[in-house]
């Protein structure tokens, strides 16, 4: 099996060296342990109810306290680092991404990518390249499935050449394809736990929920983050580097942003069973130390799950904000005719979550 | 049994929200684990021996190392805040703690509030708000109970009317209302673990054990502290918003102070077991990443413990002090005719532990 | 059995205090825990294949995954500073560190010393101390030895005197005395995890690998790892005591250096199974908050291990270096026809590990 994969040399990949249908076995698998779930708490502030009450999940049917979402998504997204993105300029946007099996204290993660697009910039000094990554467990079931797609520097100057093959990139996860565990749900339980009542049905499409709280970020936290996901590029932790860049400093890793922006999501989304998808997402503007982060989100739509009377799903839009409080926030200004985004933005994500109807 | 609890709203509750008799039961119910025990020791530096080895904690009785004291009591701390505390101005006091029974990895943590007691300010615009919280475990049984009282703004300016109702506060803990754990003491394997000789029959009345360590707090260890117990109190994590108060900064949470100080204090305390009450304290003025802690104790008083011929209660005074070493301080000066606090005292609790007797 | 011990002062043991022969059973008995590991590697970024992987450590004949060798080594030093460097100038050096058993999540380790050489200086106002120390698991069984050297305060100026005895200290560990575990070795397996093929018969004795990734350390994350380790020297936490000294701010411990240092060669050394033995090794100059770490590998020798048909042993140095990448940096500069260390130079670290034949 070793002998499908070329292996990633200590430098890293260039653009010259993806070609559509190179596969990667990204190392290192890792048993993802209590101590994982208790850092993932300290370093975020997550307070969502199942990861966090073996007894709660349990009479929900989890066979123990699933693995908060973001942090399944960040150790599996940490592990792509090396192979595909150690030498990108940008990680451009996210879409597909799929939970697919819930992921509990004691499961091995193992994570593998297929190059599915490259496109070369007009300059041919970089180039953006597409991947479809899955991780699985243990025993080799997919976990979690995406696609995402960075500007990866040529290994020489104008060395990104050749056709451009893009893939095909769904607008959002189509209910029909959307994973939901076999759970049972018992909303007095979860209601008791997240000490909220506001369920599926209390949510309007249109509906803008100001989170009210803000999380400042420090050196620590982000790179200790980073650390735990094995996340090894270096533009987050080489500050002696960065001096020299025009960011000057480090920058924070757009999972460590995701992350906290959900745990301060968490008010007006308390009984939020978990991410379902991610449709789309960017990262509009770099992070660092010191910055606050603040966020509102806008409940893009409601459905019903297949199969599911007791839950249901809502497409939800996350914002994340740098030093400016959400209430009356826009993140799209007008400006000379044009829209764009304001730069404090630095997270749009496109989700979706399942919810019990009430 | 929901219905018996009115939700708190987003933004916490004010002055004119609570009324004798009020219930909450508050989120998130959390499984503790070795991961949280291993931040603990990472984020204060504790080394009383029963927390840290499974076989002497086995050896002494426990069905498994217990968690630390002063773990359990953030825990359960950080699951008030959001119910009690959101809105509060000042945590004024403790009152009545008790430890009812040993908490161990795996053991999931509830917490319950009652108010007790109101007192609005002759302003109007805040009041005193007293509440009974308790911690229990997965069984239903009670392993924590406590007394604070709060300063909570009101939500409208002279809002904070009515009648007031103070509650008793006991002065101390009868040693008769300590909860001894059924524990089998081996003092030879405690002082071979701790390192350390002095049992309850080396300490006198009126000693004052001063400690000579010193412990620099940075911005992200109380941040990640704070996060680890749940407690959302915005003055810990948004820099932004604190830039605008006279504080200037974010305040470290109180009970990371208690934390730190507590660890200070194993040398010259190596053998205590544990705490079995906090019988009163204060934060005396606010702590902020930069601050050096210092700690000195005084042995307020001793006595047996009701049944136990092995084990005696000693009752501490923990002063804790700001960028000033302990030997020498003293926390009480003279000025003028009136004996008032020296500024760098942060924290002076009044706590109760149980010790062999040798 | 505690009776063979001389518990140390709360001050720690100055020079006069040791004694040729004087044991010392440390405190604090700590069960290591899954916490423990995933602190680890957020605090160091590791990403050695076996301790994070619970079936590859299975596959390859472990009960459970091993710890990391450099957590086990900063734990078991740390129980050993309250005795032996408390009152340290300076820690001179190691020889001799061999590990001896694995040891894995739920094991407890406690430590012991032996005083075997004692040098006081010509002034009189300190002296070296010599001392074997080892790390012993719940069953007993060593699984970790070493000796280190240390200057120590005297208590009383000039006080340091005596005659010297000076042990033998081994230039390396011999081949035949290496502890090589009894480990099945999957090679497929092993280079699947770690994502590269480099075996033992890829390396040259002489090359030199330049591991390319920095490293910059804050205060948060040294002082954590300190306070994990359970290590309470004041030099590490206490930065008012240390803005009066030379350094004047805290220094960081440099068994935390060792450990990013090593993470840090991860990209080069992948299939490195593990630490065999520290041959020597000393900390060239002191490491602070904001100094970013870069290291580079010299292979120095290579060797067949007893026994092992499937398994080699690599000599290696490790130079640590601070806020100056590795490629190209020379260690030793010729200054007035003398040979010195360059002042960038932190660690120089001489060990032995197993890796793959192929």
Redesign the interface.
């Known amino acids: ?2 002998e499908r ?1 070329v ?2 040399p ?2 890293g990949n260039f653009f010259e060296d993806f070609a559509i249908g190179r596969q990667f ?7 993802i ?7 993932y ?5 997550a ?3 199942l990861p ?5 999940a349990m009479a929900m049917g989890y066979r123990a ?1 699933p693995l908060d979402d973001g942090l399944l998504f960040n150790m599996a997204f940490g592990k792509t680092v ?2 595909i993105s150690a030498n990108a300029v940008a990680n451009l946007g996210y879409a597909d991404l799929r939970f697919l099996e819930p992921v509990h204290a ?1 499961d ?1 993660l193992t994570a593998r990518s297929e190059v599915i697009g490259l496109r070369p910039t007009s300059s041919g000094d970089n180039g953006v390249v597409y991947v479809r990554s899955s991780a699985f467990n ?1 025993h080799g079931r997919p976990v979690l499935t995406w696609i995402r797609w960075v500007l990866v520097h040529a290994r020489a100057r104008g060395g990104a050449v050749g056709e451009a093959v893009v893939p095909d990139l769904p607008e959002r996860v189509e209910p029909a394809d959307l994973r939901v565990p076999a759970i049972t749900v018992d909303v ?1 339980a979860l ?7 506001r369920l599926w049905d209390d949510y309007a499409i249109g509906q803008r929920i100001d989170h ?5 970020l ?4 982000h ?3 980073t ?2 996901y ?1 996340n ?1 590029a ?1 533009v987050h ?5 960065m001096a020299s860049t025009p960011h000057g400093r ?1 920058l924070v890793y757009g999972g460590h942003v995701i992350s906290v922006c959900r745990a301060l999501a968490f ?2 989304l ?1 009984n939020v069973i978990g991410m379902l998808a991610i449709n789309g997402g960017s990262h509009r503007a770099p992070t660092f130390a ?1 910055d ?1 982060l603040y966020c509102f989100t806008e409940v893009l739509d409601k459905f019903a799950l297949p199969g599911r009377a007791d839950l249901g799903g809502l497409r939800l839009r996350l914002v994340g904000i740098k ?1 400016r ?1 959400a209430a009356g926030f826009l993140a799209e200004v007008e400006e000379g005719g044009k829209v764009r985004f304001d730069p404090a933005v630095v997270l749009d994500l496109d989700y979706t979550v399942m919810i019990p109807r009430g």
Do not use: W
């Open positions: 099996m070793t994969y292996h990633t200590p430098e076995l990204h190392p290192t698998p890792r048993t342990t209590e101590g994982d779930a208790s850092l708490i300290a370093l975020t502030g307070r969502q109810p966090c009450s073996q007894p709660l306290a090396s192979d004691g091995t243990q007095a209601v008791r736990a997240s000490g909220a009542a009210a709280a803000g999380m400042t420090d050196e620590t936290d790179t200790l983050a650390r735990l094995q090894g270096k932790f080489d500050a002696q580097m480090r008010e007006g308390e010191g606050t030093n409080p």
